[in-house]
């Protein structure tokens, strides 16, 4: 069974960057498209960014569109979520999680980095 760990979560002033990892053991991470999903305390659950298993295809929630960005490098069996401009809303715990495609069911579920942005 896919198992994805997320790393490189923590404290952050408004306006820095962090880059966050999703990786993968015991499967090859180029069979599936990996979201990047986020819960704020007392929020629900949302999607922030997916991409495609090839890399082509990647989608944005409007509200990170232009500061965050998603890629992978399948040789290093990773992805990543580069985050820019950070705002105390972006204060969640963010998930990796992968499926057969962005949008459709996701199976595999990492248990997540916190990420708090506070000056």
């Known amino acids: 069974q896919l198992q994805l760990v997320e790393s490189g979560g923590g404290l952050v002033q408004p306006g820095g960057s962090l880059r966050l990892s999703c990786t993968a053991s015991?499967?090859?991470?180029?069979?599936?498209?990996i979201g990047w999903f986020r819960q704020a305390p007392g929020k629900e659950r949302e999607g922030v960014s997916c991409?495609?298993?090839?890399?082509?295809?990647?989608n944005y929630a409007d509200s990170v569109k232009g500061r965050f960005t998603i890629s992978r490098n399948n040789a290093k069996n990773a992805v990543y979520l580069q985050m820019n401009s950070l705002k105390p809303e972006d204060t969640a715990v963010y998930y990796c999680?992968?499926?057969?495609?962005?949008?459709?069911?996701?199976?595999?579920w990492g248990q997540g980095t916190q990420v708090t942005v506070s000056s």
């Open positions: 999680a992968g499926s057969d495609e962005c949008g459709s069911e996701y199976r595999y």
């Open positions: 015991g499967f090859f991470l180029n069979y599936y498209a």
């Open positions: 991409i495609s298993n090839n890399g082509g295809r990647k």
